[in-house]
């Protein structure tokens, strides 16, 4: 059998109806979690996270069998390809998820980092420490396997978690959250620092959530981002679209931009770090499109092309203003010829998510412009798009990919769920000995 193309939105906007669900008793629960989460010395917390993978480890024929149920379901749904792709769960992949866990632990404790020590005067003393965040709200379609890379941040950053996934992988994430709370009792630690939601009609409770909930981190369609962003007080962090693009410059190695622009498409097309659009520069379109299109077809790909690319590739169908807009999440991709490297960034800048934008050149000098001059939290040079992922950058794992300009920016991890606090210590001190025509002056001796 095979998955239908047709969408079915599984975090689709709540009706106004949804607004009497309750969940403050599980906030609040959340919250208290959280607070014993925050005060653990890092050995604990590491102690925890491995405890998770046992768990996880320990119940992994649940966990696929699970899987195989919400897979099931979702090729009777007619659930759309891309969600599909992402829904599944494999023994490898798996494996995968647990081996991230683990590499969680190893990563350095981001809470307590002295960021200031400063002197403002003789026995007054400021510090800005790194703390957590509270309580995020992570809401998001598909890919259960996220429910372990976000909650194994949440443990190591000190941050409790409230988890929405869509309908079509409940049962995977009933089974993962159900492991997951088994390792945190293992330990010692309250269970409720890691919670799942399960019906459609909690996503509107959680936005309201203000006060209890600290960040909210969608990961859904463009639609579903929007509509979170639209209706909730609490900071959002989060991507809409992951339109992509590899542009090949007059001074590429064929070869080179060949490889890289089918492990950009082919590896994990319905991944947020896939190509949608080619862009190739006029110089050097009539030999390299040729052996791209057949390396890419090869694949599965089917190619849609301007009236210059068609010129090139007359078989291929014609690409449609829409096409330069959509994010495909299949074996579909556009291709552009332009004329300079200035006309490539251009067409990024007006199609671009702000995603990850990659250049393929031999050219330092042009490579370094791309980099300077495009607009993305990702920008590479002779390298696959698909390396933009918290797992690749060694942040081991990521809750997700933030596109905004502020940051966190890009694959964000550990570094992304941490905010400060300033400790003032003195002796007495007042600010009256600091002011008027008699003030004494600050210090103002940095001591880190």
Same mark, same amino acid.
């Given at each position: 059998?095979?998955?239908?193309?047709?969408?079915?939105?599984?975090?689709?906007?709540?009706?106004?109806?949804?607004?009497?669900?309750?969940?403050?008793?599980?906030?609040?629960?959340?919250?208290?979690?959280?607070?014993?989460?925050?005060?653990?010395?890092?050995?604990?917390?590491?102690?925890?996270?491995?405890?998770?993978?046992?768990?996880?480890?320990?119940?992994?024929?649940?966990?696929?069998?699970?899987?195989?149920?919400?897979?099931?379901?979702?090729?009777?749904?007619?659930?759309?390809?891309?969600?599909?792709?992402?829904?599944?769960?494999?023994?490898?992949?798996?494996?995968?998820?647990?081996?991230?866990?683990?590499?969680?632990?190893?990563?350095?404790?981001?809470?307590?980092?002295?960021?200031?020590?400063?002197?403002?005067?003789?026995?007054?003393?400021?510090?800005?420490?790194?703390?957590?965040?509270?309580?995020?709200?992570?809401?998001?379609?598909?890919?259960?396997?996220?429910?372990?890379?976000?909650?194994?941040?949440?443990?190591?950053?000190?941050?409790?978690?409230?988890?929405?996934?869509?309908?079509?992988?409940?049962?995977?994430?009933?089974?993962?959250?159900?492991?997951?709370?088994?390792?945190?009792?293992?330990?010692?630690?309250?269970?409720?620092?890691?919670?799942?939601?399960?019906?459609?009609?909690?996503?509107?409770?959680?936005?309201?959530?203000?006060?209890?909930?600290?960040?909210?981190?969608?990961?859904?369609?463009?639609?579903?981002?929007?509509?979170?962003?639209?209706?909730?007080?609490?900071?959002?962090?989060?991507?809409?679209?992951?339109?992509?693009?590899?542009?090949?410059?007059?001074?590429?190695?064929?070869?080179?931009?060949?490889?890289?622009?089918?492990?950009?498409?082919?590896?994990?097309?319905?991944?947020?770090?896939?190509?949608? %659009?080619?862009?190739?520069?006029?110089?050097?379109?009539?030999?390299?499109?040729?052996?791209?299109?057949?390396?890419?077809?090869?694949?599965?790909?089917?190619?849609?092309?301007?009236?210059?690319?068609?010129?090139?590739?007359?078989?291929?169908?014609?690409?449609?203003?829409?096409?330069?807009?959509?994010?495909?999440?299949?074996?579909?991709?556009?291709?552009?010829?332009?004329?300079?490297?200035?006309?490539?960034?251009?067409?990024?800048?007006?199609?671009?998510?702000?995603? %990850?934008?990659?250049?393929?050149?031999?050219?330092?000098?042009?490579?370094?412009?791309?980099?300077?001059?495009?607009?993305?939290?990702?920008?590479?040079?002779?390298?696959?798009?698909?390396?933009?992922?918290?797992?690749?950058?060694?942040?081991?794992?990521?809750?997700?990919?933030?596109?905004?300009?502020?940051?966190?920016?890009?694959?964000?991890?550990?570094?992304?769920?941490?905010?400060?606090?300033?400790?003032?210590?003195?002796?007495?001190?007042?600010?009256?000995?600091?002011?008027?025509?008699?003030?004494?002056?600050?210090?103002?001796?940095?001591?880190?």
């Amino acid at each position: 059998m095979t998955v239908s193309q047709v969408a079915t939105p599984s975090n689709s906007e709540p009706s106004q109806a949804d607004a009497a669900v309750d969940l403050l008793p599980i906030a609040q629960s959340t919250r208290a979690a959280a607070q014993q989460l925050a005060s653990l010395p890092t050995a604990d917390k590491n102690q925890a996270i491995a405890a998770i993978a046992e768990a996880l480890w320990a119940d992994r024929e649940t966990i696929l069998q699970a899987n195989v149920a919400d897979c099931e379901a979702a090729i009777a749904d007619n659930l759309a390809k891309p969600l599909y792709g992402r829904l599944k769960l494999d023994a490898v992949k798996l494996q995968g998820a647990i081996a991230g866990v683990r590499d969680v632990a190893k990563l350095p404790d981001p809470i307590g980092v002295v960021q200031i020590h400063r002197e403002l005067d003789q026995g007054l003393e400021l510090k800005r420490i790194s703390s957590p965040l509270g309580v995020l709200g992570v809401i998001f379609e598909s890919r259960p396997d996220a429910v372990m890379q976000i909650a194994s941040l949440a443990v190591k950053s000190g941050n409790g978690v409230i988890l929405k996934g869509g309908r079509e992988a409940v049962r995977s994430c009933q089974a993962i959250v159900t492991a997951i709370r088994q390792g945190l009792a293992a330990v010692g630690l309250h269970p409720d620092a890691v919670q799942l939601l399960t019906t459609r009609e909690e996503t509107r409770a959680l936005l309201a959530l203000e006060g209890y909930v600290d960040l909210i981190i969608p990961r859904g369609s463009n639609a579903f981002v929007r509509f979170v962003q639209d209706h909730t007080r609490i900071p959002v962090l989060g991507h809409a679209d992951g339109i992509c693009h590899l542009y090949v410059d007059q001074a590429a190695d064929v070869a080179k931009a060949i490889a890289i622009a089918v492990d950009a498409k082919v590896g994990y097309p319905s991944a947020c770090n896939a190509i949608e %659009t080619l862009l190739v520069h006029r110089a050097i379109a009539a030999q390299f499109l040729p052996l791209a299109a057949q390396a890419l077809q090869t694949q599965g790909v089917e190619l849609r092309g301007d009236q210059a690319a068609q010129t090139r590739l007359p078989t291929i169908a014609a690409a449609t203003a829409e096409d330069w807009a959509t994010e495909y999440s299949d074996l579909i991709l556009a291709v552009k010829v332009v004329d300079s490297l200035a006309d490539a960034m251009g067409h990024i800048e007006t199609y671009g998510s702000r995603h %990850t934008e990659a250049i393929a050149t031999e050219d330092a000098q042009a490579a370094e412009t791309f980099r300077r001059q495009v607009n993305a939290a990702g920008v590479y040079h002779n390298c696959s798009t698909r390396f933009a992922d918290g797992f690749r950058y060694g942040f081991g794992a990521e809750v997700g990919i933030s596109t905004q300009t502020m940051p966190p920016r890009g694959p964000v991890g550990l570094e992304g769920l941490v905010t400060y606090k300033y400790h003032l210590v003195g002796d007495g001190h007042i600010v009256a000995t600091y002011a008027g025509a008699a003030a004494q002056p600050f210090t103002h001796q940095d001591l880190l």
